[in-house]
């Protein structure tokens, strides 16, 4: 890092020492009275260039082939990012013996690549929490031109929904904020499950300048921008409301080539009051600055007093002179803001098959015993073994919409048991496809 980034870093150190944090008040947002004042705010960890280096795909670290033609769960609409519903305390919610799931959807008459310009939210349903039957939309009225990936706690004591997603404007701006969806619920009967209720869309975070670098900060260095994926928990120690999502540092990366313009962060927003309808940005907890530009879908898993980061990134995000592959990765902290250290020394937790490279994506672990349960869903799993011969990633959208739609998987792979030990992890069993495993908690409403 030059002279010029690194004071800029220092004088942004300096102001988040200073302050704490910049709250919602600086983004022009409503300040609650909930929790007050921030209770644990620090640096940020660093995902560096010496830890990337150290990737390494070995057996333990990556995906079987995908073999079997996929369940597939939806005969009208692609499936890609999803997330279950899930109590306060982070276990998988099962109602009444029903499971739910939601996922980003869009009709199967569009090319895999456009998408992500006509996202919705949709439910799927299920007793097995294998064996999905398709309900419909999650959300009445959402914000944004169109929805991306998020989070979905149910409270028990008051029989409701918060759903919390990312929405966003059209295509090619693809502007990102926070929002939180409140007041649906669940109707379930013995054939099935509904989402009802009239729901109340409060945006509750958007780039600040500051901690989180804004879609017009982002546009010299020529790289895709984030601020998106709001994933809730409950402070495991404090019992706070907390999201964590993924965000860019600011920083001075002029174009491609640049390294600084690789800057991504794990961002971290906690709610200051009990509506969970007013919320504070504090510092991010994790950035890769000079590393990697992209840190999707953050989300925890707590085990034995550790906190395990996981996050998602591609092939095309990592800074110049790195390489690595689409994957999940992770870290492991003792708090919040701890010294969150890669996992398996480089911080690679799933990798693709070499031969299958893009076969899977949108990696979500889920705390299950002493371990965790990961999902994700089919991508391209045909680039690498084609009779048009080897193609690249780059090279879909040049192929006829019909070899397109042939080539993308667009449902749920199989589920993947991850062995956690320390700072160590390992595949060690496949599942179903779209298993998703209840971790605990109730199984009905309100006990």
């Known amino acids: 890092m030059g002279d010029r980034s690194s004071n800029i870093e220092l004088n942004r150190r300096g102001v988040l020492k200073a302050t704490g944090a910049i709250g919602a008040a600086g983004l022009g947002l409503a ?55 899930r109590y306060r305390d982070g276990s998988i919610a099962k109602i009444n013996g029903w499971q739910v799931v939601f996922s980003l959807t869009a009709p199967k008459d569009l090319v895999p690549g456009a998408r992500h310009n006509e996202a919705t939210i949709r439910y799927f349903y299920s007793r097995n929490g294998h064996d999905w039957q398709e309900g419909g939309t999650a959300l ?48 379930t ?25 804004t879609l017009e900060q982002s546009r010299d260095q020529g790289i895709v921008y984030a601020f998106r994926d709001p994933w809730y928990f409950q402070h495991p120690e404090t019992g706070e409301d907390m999201v964590v999502f993924e965000g860019n540092t600011p920083t001075e990366g002029e174009n491609p080539d640049d390294p600084q313009s690789y800057n991504g962060n794990v961002g971290v927003a906690r709610a200051t009051n009990d509506g969970l309808t007013e919320w504070e940005l504090l510092p991010p907890n994790l950035e890769a600055i000079e590393v ?12 034995n007093g550790k906190w395990y980061l996981f996050v998602l990134s591609h092939e095309f995000t990592f800074a110049p002179g790195l390489q690595g592959p689409d994957a999940l990765y992770g870290f492991v902290s003792d708090s919040l803001y701890g010294d969150y250290e890669p996992l398996n020394g480089s911080g690679l937790v799933i990798a693709n098959p070499e031969e299958a490279s893009f076969q899977g994506y949108s990696w979500l672990a889920m705390p299950q015993g ?55 992890t390992r595949v060690v069993t496949e599942l179903n496809d779209g298993h998703f495993l209840p971790s605990g908690g109730s199984n009905g409403r309100g006990k």
């Open 31 to 85: 300040v609650g009275t909930g929790s007050g004042a921030a209770r644990e705010t620090g640096e940020a960890s660093a995902w560096t260039r010496e830890h990337a280096n150290n990737i390494e795909l070995t057996d333990d670290l990556t995906a079987p082939v995908i073999n079997e033609n996929p369940d597939v769960i939806s005969d009208d609409y692609w499936i890609w990012d999803t997330w279950p519903l």
């Open 140 to 187: 009445d009225d959402p914000l944004g031109h169109h929805q991306w990936a998020g989070s979905a706690m149910y409270d028990r004591s008051e029989d409701q929904i918060y759903h919390f997603y990312t929405p966003t404007s059209a295509e090619p701006e693809f502007r990102q904020r926070l929002a939180l969806a409140k007041g649906a619920t669940l109707e």
């Open 189 to 213: 009967g013995p054939h099935g499950v509904e989402v009802v209720g009239e729901q109340e869309h409060i945006l509750i975070g958007k780039a600040d300048g500051e901690l989180y670098q």
């Open 292 to 303: 990697n530009q992209q840190l999707e879908r953050p989300h925890y898993v707590f085990q």
């Open 370 to 424: 002493n371990d965790a349960l990961v999902e994700s869903f089919e991508n391209f799993r045909g680039l690498d073994d084609t009779s048009r011969g080897e193609i690249s990633l780059d090279e879909v959208g040049y192929l006829p919409p019909e070899e397109q739609k042939e080539l993308f998987g667009g449902t749920l792979a199989p589920s993947l048991k991850l062995q956690l030990n320390g700072t160590e």
